[in-house]
């Protein structure tokens, strides 16, 4: 049995398809859900988290089905949303007790200061929270997420506008976590982060998924290394064996190859034969952002912003 | 329902640590009393503080519910509604959890107004009159802290709802028998006031001055108390999954 499954998980807000026929199943790991804005990650945690109707397909968490068992599902998960909610008129400790009693958890007061120590907020929870800094914040949702020891913990972009350091903070948090046997569940749109941090992710785009993997197997499905060009004037892409072109902007290009090393001498003498003026050339190997770029394409911007659409998907979604 | 003590708990820290909010709420109808209640010349009757008291009372008590429906409403826009709905404690103690703080802290503001109306001359006497009064009080409160919860609820921003509440709070006042008794408005006045809610509230406190039990308000508070409460939460599950 999974920690978390879904199968074709869908959800229309109107016309709008936010998640379309999404498949999961995730276990006894760090999942992340990838994807740009307005892709449907939120949509689909308010999902398995039953906050949100099902329009079509199934999911359940813990062996529990998220539509008919809701309260069985909600025994078993924490949810952390983005908006980092917590009272600041209450102190770090308060706050915490708060969700132990709704919990309904035995001795709270206990397991209210086990779980401060284990976010490190041992020494400021008497504190009140408009004294705390956004990661402290944030680990103290993270206290109250664990107070009743969850199989399943669902985070919505839980480094989301947080400084390097406390982002860093969070991550060794939530490996810690997943150290204890706990699934965790995560959404973001930092790449570099799911890279280092996650056994595996998703990528989804427009509600599908288009990609699914360890971050090393997803970067493998690329070629080896990726070759950076920056140009002046016109652009040719030159066809050498062994070299793909990954992506154009206006002045560069790149490419991915098989061995970088020996391919960048071919490729550059087929630019300079294209007549191609090549200002700077890098090498390096790929990272999640190529794999993301290669999987969602660039965005689409052709069509008109639908401001009315928009606006009902964000209402709904509250 | 355990949760719904820790959701009232967690309101009432809240709203004693909000310090200048404590003292706000109570400076318009303390305002209304002395004003109005002192200097408005009358001639029905000779106590007219006696006459005003039950309609400031319940005036307390509305505008207090109706301030605290936005309550529920930004505990939506920040993100903590969605919180509490993921926990497994029951949905609906969220919702009465708002009820109940909302009704007890009317009725600490009124019971402020009433020490104040008592100060500067309203007579109430025996402990069963004040049972009364608070039990009308309470019934009122927990009538129009539901109305108020689901409508801020289905109106959705904060700017709306603020119009709302000013759009329905003077005219439920003023159309009520707060100011003056049945018989001296005029004819159209009576036709709306008989039919507004606040007047069942005030009537029967009125009624409880007076040294009589005032039953049939009572029961009609509790009748429209109980439809309403039922509605909102029904209101209340479909708005919420």
């Not at chain 1, 026929?21 to 276990?27: G, Q, S």
């Not at chain 1, 949100?52 to 952390?80: K, M, N, W």
């Not at chain 1, 890279?195 to 493998?220: F, H, M, N, W």
């Not at chain 2, 507004?196 to 009609?220: C, E, K, M």
């Amino acid at each position: 049995m999974n920690a978390i499954e879904a199968n074709g998980l869908t959800r229309y807000y109107g016309s709008l398809c936010a998640v379309d026929h999404l498949d999961l199943a995730v276990n006894n790991e760090i999942f992340a859900l990838l994807g740009p804005n307005g892709s449907g990650k939120t949509t689909t945690v308010l999902m398995l988290t039953t906050l949100l109707h099902i329009t079509e397909g199934t999911a359940s968490v813990c062996g529990f089905d998220v539509l008919t068992q809701g309260s069985e599902v909600r025994r078993r998960l924490s949810y952390v949303p983005q908006d980092m909610a917590v009272d600041i008129k209450l102190t770090g400790r308060e706050n915490v007790l708060f969700f132990a009693h709704l919990y309904g958890i035995p001795r709270p007061r206990d397991k209210t200061d086990e779980v401060l120590a284990v976010m490190d907020l041992s020494d400021r929870a008497d504190d009140l929270i408009r004294t705390y800094s956004g990661g402290m914040r944030r680990r103290l949702e993270l206290a109250q997420a664990l107070v009743h020891e969850p199989a399943v913990l669902f985070l919505d972009e839980p480094t989301i506008g947080l400084d390097v350091a406390a982002r860093r903070k969070i991550w060794e948090h939530i490996g810690k976590l997943r150290k204890s046997g706990m699934t965790i569940f995560v959404t973001t749109h930092y790449m570099d982060e799911a890279d280092q941090y996650c056994d595996r992710v998703g990528i989804i785009s427009k509600g599908r998924t288009v990609a699914t993997g360890t971050p090393g197997e997803l970067k493998a499905r690329l070629m080896k290394d990726i070759i950076m060009v920056t140009v002046a004037g016109p652009f040719a892409a030159p066809d050498v064996p062994g070299v793909a072109l990954l992506t154009q902007s206006g002045d560069g290009a790149t490419f991915t190859a098989e061995n970088g090393k020996e391919a960048l001498p071919l490729l550059l003498n087929a630019l300079a034969r294209n007549g191609t003026n090549v200002r700077s050339v890098s090498l390096r190997e790929p990272t999640l952002d190529d794999v993301f770029l290669h999987a969602v394409g660039t965005p689409d911007d052709s069509g008109a912003f639908d401001y009315q659409r928009f606006r009902t998907m964000l209402r709904r979604r509250k | 329902m355990n949760g719904i003590w820790y959701y009232v708990e967690r309101d009432m820290v809240k709203w004693v640590r909000g310090r200048v909010a404590v003292i706000s709420m109570l400076v318009m109808p303390a305002a209304w009393l002395l004003f109005v209640g002192l200097a408005l010349p009358v001639r029905f009757t000779d106590n007219y503080i006696d006459f005003i008291t039950p309609g400031i009372l319940v005036m307390t008590i509305l505008a207090s519910s109706l301030n605290g429906g936005a309550l529920l409403m930004f505990d939506k826009i920040l993100g903590f509604l969605n919180k509490f709905l993921a926990l497994p404690t029951p949905r609906e103690s969220i919702l009465f959890g708002k009820i109940a703080f909302i009704t007890i802290r009317s009725v600490i503001q009124a019971t402020i107004i009433l020490a104040i109306a008592l100060l500067i001359g309203a007579t109430l006497r025996s402990p069963v009159q004040y049972a009364l009064t608070y039990l009308i009080l309470i019934l009122f409160g927990i009538l129009f802290s539901a109305f108020a919860t689901t409508l801020a609820l289905y109106v959705g921003d904060h700017d709306s709802y603020a119009a709302v509440n000013t759009m329905i709070s003077m005219p439920l006042f003023f159309t009520s028998s707060a100011l003056m008794p049945y018989d001296v408005m005029p004819p159209w006045l009576r036709a709306i006031a008989v039919a507004n809610p606040l007047s069942y509230a005030i009537d029967a406190v009125r009624a409880v001055n007076a040294g009589t039990v005032p039953a049939i308000q009572i029961a009609a508070l509790t009748g429209l108390g109980i439809v309403v409460l039922l509605l909102c939460t029904r209101i209340f599950r479909r708005m919420t999954v």
